[in-house]
């Protein structure tokens, strides 16, 4: 097994200081995360279980004070994009440059005085996997303006500011997991969240420590989230919770499952509707259980609680691919001890845990597997728990 993606990349403040003429003023680090459980929950009100990967989007940034706002993507085609602060209105299109953009007039819509800044960005999370590269993007570029216009805002305020970017003014209707594990993430856990109110707890996972590895794949396949699947399941969630006459489906006991299942079909709900239910509420259980796990140091009895991850986000909320499907197949055929796809799914990535001893075999056979399906080569590399967002100098 050999790592497909870099860790660091080029170094920002030498791509700031060629553009821009001059020394950034700073250089702040946001990193991409993988979900271990908990997929779809969070705009539920329910909860997750993400870590940081240490692949991550680094910016290096200064403060100005004219109203200019210049990006520029070192992973991106093109030049500087130049905005203008009091312009930036949501859904105006700019590709890429809306997610940090969108940040700007976040923090601005909330009344803190941002007044332009130049921003460099490199990163080395894969965009298009499932890995949060837009909340990364997010994440950094709210650290930096949080620090250089001295906002005082903590990791979860910025963690809402980003989602509200990515919400309002890029038009993708996300949950907040993915800022909050990009701002709040530590090294060596994961990240117990509660998506209502924002309560987190940092859970020890160190797989290594216990001679396992979790393999992160990224199968190639790109997934777009603004394309009105994750907006129609979202629907159907909040369909349920109105039929069930809950605030949402994190209210609904996982012993009352069943029962609310039969109330849904009766009140005529739509099929795919009870699906969802099914999925959120079964795997917001999930997530309690992986974390029981965990607590008592038996990281491997993880790996089933992942199957069943999987087969719910296959056959009830559908939205896995041929691709994820094999990784899961190919992997616990190898040997594995579980396998699930993580992310928004129709493409994107899935996690894998191994005897570390086995990783090597197991990525093999996984590769081996989507060759002779006429696939792409998969990327292979071991999502270690790393840490969050933080400025770097």
Request: aromatic share 6%; with cysteine.
């Amino acid at each position: 097994m050999t790592a497909t993606v870099q860790q660091t990349g080029p170094d920002p403040a030498a791509i700031f200081t060629e553009l821009y003429g001059y020394e950034p003023h700073g250089v702040w680090s946001a990193p991409g995360r993988v979900n271990l459980i908990g997929e779809y929950t969070d705009f539920n009100d329910g909860f997750v279980l993400p870590l940081a990967l240490p692949h991550a989007t680094r910016a290096a940034v200064s403060a100005r004070t004219d109203g200019v706002l210049r990006l520029h993507s070192g992973d991106v085609p093109g030049g500087v994009v130049s905005l203008r602060v009091e312009e930036l209105a949501p859904h105006s299109g700019h590709g890429w440059a809306a997610y940090p953009a969108g940040v700007a007039w976040a923090l601005r819509a909330a009344g803190h005085p941002v007044t332009g800044a130049d921003i460099a960005l490199t990163s080395t999370v894969p965009t298009g996997a499932g890995l949060s590269s837009s909340a990364a993007l997010e994440t950094v570029t709210a650290f930096a303006l949080n620090d250089l216009f001295q906002l005082g805002l903590s990791g979860p305020e910025l963690a809402v500011v980003g989602r509200r970017a990515e919400n309002d003014f890029v038009g993708v209707p996300c949950g907040i997991m993915d800022q909050m594990a990009s701002a709040c993430c530590t090294e060596g856990h994961a990240l117990h969240l509660d998506t209502r109110d924002l309560s987190l707890r940092q859970v020890p996972f160190d797989p290594a420590a216990q001679g396992l590895t979790l393999l992160v794949v990224d199968t190639r396949v790109k997934h777009a989230l603004g394309d009105g699947a994750y907006a129609e399941r979202r629907a159907g969630c909040e369909e349920g919770a109105r039929l069930l006459g809950i605030p949402a489906l994190r209210d609904l006991p996982y012993a009352s499952l069943d029962a609310a299942l039969t109330t849904l079909a009766g009140a005529g709900a739509d099929e795919s509707v009870i699906r969802y239910v099914r999925h959120v509420v079964g795997d917001n259980h999930r997530v309690e259980q992986v974390i029981a796990l965990l607590d008592a140091g038996d990281v491997r009895a993880a790996g089933p609680v992942l199957n069943e991850g999987h087969r719910s986000l296959r056959d009830d909320l559908r939205v896995s691919c041929p691709e994820l499907d094999l990784v899961v197949a190919a992997a616990n055929e190898a040997g594995a001890l579980g396998a699930r796809m993580t992310g928004g799914g129709f493409g994107g990535s899935a996690v894998v845990l191994v005897e570390a001893a086995a990783a090597g075999a197991v990525a093999e056979v996984v590769t081996k597997a989507f060759a002779a399906a006429g696939h792409a080569a998969p990327g292979v590399f071991a999502g270690a728990p790393s840490a969050g967002a933080r400025r770097l100098r």
